[in-house]
């Protein structure tokens, strides 16, 4: 109920490519679904984070879908660069409860 | 500047013996937590804390202990029973009393076993 569950693990795209991570949730309380963006050796930071009244977030390069119905959502990079190459998480959390992370996808943007 | 300072960044541990790990924040949060993160595995929450000198377990409380004696620290003691131990580990805070919680991380501990 409480898992958040994300694919795929990892994942190459080519730059200028449109990378997509996807992830699923049971718990339909939910109401924060963030993504956090990690580079090696240091501490995820957030990304951007939509709340489930809107389908579609997008901030510069990057967007969230949200499907409510189907308990889905989704990050998109858009034109994707070499900078972007870090690994990614998703997460959910309902009002004050604690974030509830996905296991991560490593992006890697090949030059 | 203000963020969350961890250290060491490399930590070796020897069998049987008790480790802690350094979290200070300048960043006047109430509550601090830390996760432990192994490939594949995502972040997992070990411990958390809303309030100088109180602190909650998360899932993997098991082989770890905290105190949070200052607002600004909360140190994390990996100890002898923690069996598995290899790991990197994360300290957060964030501004207690928020709904939809934003976590800021330091830039980890990277703990290995000798």
């Known amino acids: 109920q409480q898992q958040v569950k994300q694919s795929p693990q990892s994942l190459i795209v080519q730059k200028g490519g449109i990378s997509i991570i996807n992830c699923a949730y049971e718990n339909t309380a939910f109401d924060y679904f963030p993504w956090y963006q990690q580079f090696p050796g240091k501490g995820p930071a957030l990304l951007i984070a939509i709340r489930p009244d809107v389908s579609e977030k997008k901030e510069g390069r990057f967007t969230i879908s949200f499907n409510k119905s189907a308990k889905q959502f989704s990050l998109h990079i858009m034109d994707s660069q070499p900078g972007d190459s870090a690994t990614y998480f998703c997460?959910?959390?309902?009002?004050?409860?604690?974030?509830?992370f996905g296991t991560g996808t490593r992006l890697l943007v090949s030059p | 500047d203000g963020g969350i300072t961890q250290s060491p960044k490399y930590l070796f541990r020897k069998e049987g013996q008790n480790v802690t790990l350094s979290c200070e924040q300048n960043?006047?949060?109430?509550?601090m937590y830390w996760y432990r993160q192994d490939p594949g595995q995502g972040l997992r929450l070990i411990y958390y804390?809303?309030?100088?000198?109180?602190?909650q377990k998360g899932d993997i409380a098991e082989g770890y202990s905290v105190s949070r004696e200052k607002k600004e620290s909360f140190p994390l003691t990996v100890t002898s029973a923690q069996k598995n131990p290899t790991a990197f580990y994360l300290c957060?805070?964030?501004?207690?009393?928020?709904?939809?919680?934003?976590?800021?991380f330091g830039s980890g501990t990277q703990l290995s076993v000798l």
């Open positions: 997460a959910a959390s309902k009002g004050f409860q604690k974030l509830v």
């Open positions: 957060a805070s964030s501004s207690e009393g928020e709904t939809n919680e934003k976590l800021f």
């Open positions: 960043l006047n949060h109430d509550a």
């Open positions: 804390s809303q309030i100088v000198n109180d602190f």
